[in-house]
């Protein structure tokens, strides 16, 4: 009888080991921006609307910086399978060089222009809150390069099974930016208080920290891979070549769909205060809810993608059908959690009655979309990018995002002047389908794809 699916404990022992350090540490890396909103709203709330726009540009950048790491994870992962050291090294120097360049480029730009970048996500009507982001924004983008080395650094470390340190890492982060925080933004002894300005600077601080204890981690304690920093300055053109053609598109998708979501916020940033501030309490819930399926993927592509190192397709296609199902039970058990606790976690925010009120329905209405988003974040960033299958990913991103969502919502805000509500359906529309495309997608073999030499 044809095995459907894994029966060995030890591939669920190593999907948890190889995730839940990822769930937390994304966990905590979304507390620290969450730290950020919640004490600067605590000092001024009406200042929630300005950061949480401003920080829909950090997000774009975050995600874009992550997305280099999840690239490295492709390759380093089926690297891994094959015990091919020296390429490992190789595909480290690269995702480290474009980690150091990505944010220098983005950090000019905002340096330069910084009232352009903010008018891009803020509406100018509301120009008496464009000096708060603003000002929020010059100071928290230098928080880029660091995280752009850390996220070079740990995606690399994940695609050899090294994963303990991104908690390490993300729970000094907070901590550190929870306690610079309450410092800086409402004043100690002889330090000011700075408000939305002190946030950014502990935000930046934070970060340096955070990539101390990685760098530090990766050089000295860890024994997977033999890896020295003169290492991140030798160069091969192959692996150059090869990042560009297997794991840009990882990056490239996780770029372009965060630029969707800054779009998004565009869109929202000319909708009023009120669905400024509504939606910023709903995309951190919707991140806190969707954080563990992503880590449990992010553990899927560095098994899937070691299954293709070692040229077991069989054991591809066994491990392709339990993850599926596993993802389907774990999509609804978060939609009901997250319906539960959402008015617990919009309190703590302290806003308005018309913002708590309509964040909660937002929330539900997100909760329930949320079962798409389990599973085909199952297939696409777990089963198809550990097997290579990252261009048909990043083309139905790519549609899905610039023809269906960002239209439909244009639409639904300016042309139809739709309920807010339903708008923010609008943003999120593609949850409702994108599964079937993934489901349909993993039927054939076109999706095993080996990205090695």
């Known amino acids: 009888m044809k095995q459907l699916f894994v029966r060995d404990r030890n591939f669920y022992k190593t999907m948890v080991r190889l995730s839940l350090p990822a769930a937390f540490q994304t966990l905590l890396s979304m507390l620290v921006q969450m730290a950020d909103n919640v004490m600067v709203s605590r000092f001024d709330p009406s200042a929630l609307a300005p950061v949480s726009q401003a920080n829909s540009v950090s997000t774009f950048m975050l995600a874009a910086l992550n997305g280099l790491g999840s ?181 490239l998708t996780d770029a372009q769909w965060a630029l969707v979501g800054m779009m998004k916020m565009a869109i929202i940033g000319h909708l009023g205060a009120t669905m400024m501030s509504a939606m910023n309490l709903t995309d951190t819930m919707m991140n806190l809810g969707t954080m563990f399926t992503f880590a449990l993927a992010g553990g899927a592509c560095v098994m899937v993608g070691k299954a293709v190192g070692e040229q077991d397709m069989e054991k591809v296609r066994i491990y392709s059908r339990t993850i599926q199902s596993m993802f389907a039970v774990i999509g609804v058990v978060m939609a009901l959690s997250v319906i539960a606790v959402r008015r617990v976690f919009i309190g703590l925010y302290g806003q308005p009655q018309e913002v708590e009120s309509l964040a909660g329905l937002m929330i539900f209405i997100g909760a ?82 080996k990205v090695t030499r």
């Not at 907070?174 to 002894?189: E, H, P, Q, T």
């Not at 979309?369 to 991103?397: E, K, L, P, Q, W």
């Not at 609008?426 to 039927?443: E, G, N, P, V």
Request: hydrophobic letters at 55%; one cysteine or more; charged letters at 15%.
């Open 71 to 251: 690239g490295a994870v492709v390759l380093v992962a089926q690297y891994w399978g094959k015990k091919n050291m020296a390429a490992i090294k190789r595909v480290f120097s690269v995702v480290c060089a474009l980690g150091v360049a990505l944010p220098l480029l983005f950090i000019s730009v905002i340096q330069l222009f910084p009232h352009w970048v903010v008018s891009l996500v803020l509406d100018p009507s509301l120009s008496h809150l464009t000096p708060v982001a603003v000002s929020y924004l010059r100071i928290v983008c230098l928080s880029f390069l660091p995280f752009g080395l850390t996220s070079a650094l740990v995606g690399g470390l994940k695609g050899v099974e090294v994963v303990r340190v991104t908690l390490y890492a993300a729970a000094i982060s907070l901590l550190s930016n929870v306690c610079l925080n309450a410092v800086l933004i409402f004043g100690a002894g002889p330090i000011p208080s700075l408000g939305t300005e002190g946030a950014a600077i502990a935000t930046v601080l934070a970060r340096v920290i955070e990539l101390v204890v990685v760098w530090v981690y990766c050089f000295r304690k860890q024994k997977a891979v033999d890896i020295r920093p003169r290492d991140l300055l030798r160069h091969e053109k192959w692996a150059w070549k090869d990042y560009l053609r297997f794991g840009s598109p990882v990056s």
């Open 368 to 449: 329930i979309t949320m079962m798409g988003t389990s599973y085909h974040a199952s297939c696409f960033t777990g089963i198809n990018r550990g097997a290579g299958d990252n261009r048909f990913v990043m083309m139905v991103d790519l549609i899905c995002g610039w023809l269906v969502v960002l239209p439909v919502t244009y639409l639904a805000a300016f042309v139809f002047r739709w309920p807010l509500p339903v708008v923010f359906l609008c943003t999120r529309i593609d949850q409702c389908f994108k599964w079937i495309i993934a489901f349909f997608r993993l039927r054939g073999n076109k999706w095993i794809k």
